[in-house]
């Protein structure tokens, strides 16, 4: 079965930071790009950040930039995201997803974990 | 980069069709055929329903179509169904090697 499983999220008071961690299984990790997918309470999804299948391009959202930093270690099939000075405003369910095309990909997402959620307060 | 623009709110009676438009800017939507569309149930984390503008998952019902003219992306939802009630998100591939997320939908079924 095809599985993404997020964990690292927690309570952390601003300027803090977490490593958010998403493990694979299921699928040839390696051959696909993955992203970053997060959404504040009671509001809409927002991209975060993407990294291509070998890890080699990574992409950020604008709200992100110099703050967090998105990695993978394919040979642990894991997806990682470094997130520091936290705000606020980066309190939200964070859903690591796959593309839904290999190599090139397609900016779809056809599998998503539960989430892990981050609460940014003092 | 600014949100993609959605209706707030869209509603139809079981089996009418409903559409949602998307609409970006000739840096997103106009300029690239990757456009997707996302389901989300209350509570439920996302699911995927059309990727490359017109492109249906494996799973995914043939109710379920996309459409996109210039800097407007559409869902066509046919055949409404109670199940069909959820928020619906479109997103597309950038100029600037980003994503972006539309505000979201929500589909009530009358």
């Known amino acids: 079965e095809v599985q993404l499983l997020e964990s690292g999220g927690g309570l952390v008071q601003p300027g803090g930071s977490l490593r958010l961690s998403c493990a694979a299984s299921?699928?040839?990790?390696?051959?696909?790009?993955m992203s970053w997918v997060r959404q504040a309470p009671g509001k809409g999804l927002e991209w975060v950040s993407a990294i291509s299948n070998s890890g080699a391009g990574t992409y950020y959202a604008d709200s992100v930039k110099g703050r967090f930093t998105i990695s993978r270690d394919n040979s642990k099939n894991t997806l990682y995201m470094q997130t520091s000075s936290l705000r606020a405003e980066d309190t939200a369910v964070y859903y690591c997803?796959?593309?839904?095309?290999?190599?090139?990909?397609?900016?779809?997402?056809?599998?998503w974990g539960q989430g892990t959620t981050v609460t940014v307060s003092s | 980069q600014s949100a993609l623009t959605q209706p707030a709110s869209v509603s139809g009676s079981p089996g009418q069709s409903i559409t949602i438009s998307c609409t970006g800017t000739s840096s997103d939507v106009g300029s690239y055929n990757l456009v997707s569309w996302y389901q989300q149930h209350p509570g439920k984390v996302p699911k995927l329903m059309i990727y490359e503008v017109t492109k249906r998952p494996s799973g995914v019902s043939n109710r379920f179509s996309g459409s996109k003219s210039g800097n407007t992306a559409s869902l066509t939802i046919s055949g409404l169904q109670a199940e069909d009630e959820a928020d619906y998100y479109c997103?597309?591939?950038?100029?600037?090697?980003?994503?972006?997320f539309g505000g979201g939908t929500k589909l009530t079924v009358l």
């Open positions: 997103s597309s591939y950038t100029s600037s090697s980003t994503v972006v």
């Open positions: 997803a796959r593309d839904v095309r290999k190599y090139a990909g397609s900016y779809g997402v056809d599998v």
């Open positions: 299921g699928f040839t990790f390696s051959s696909y790009p």
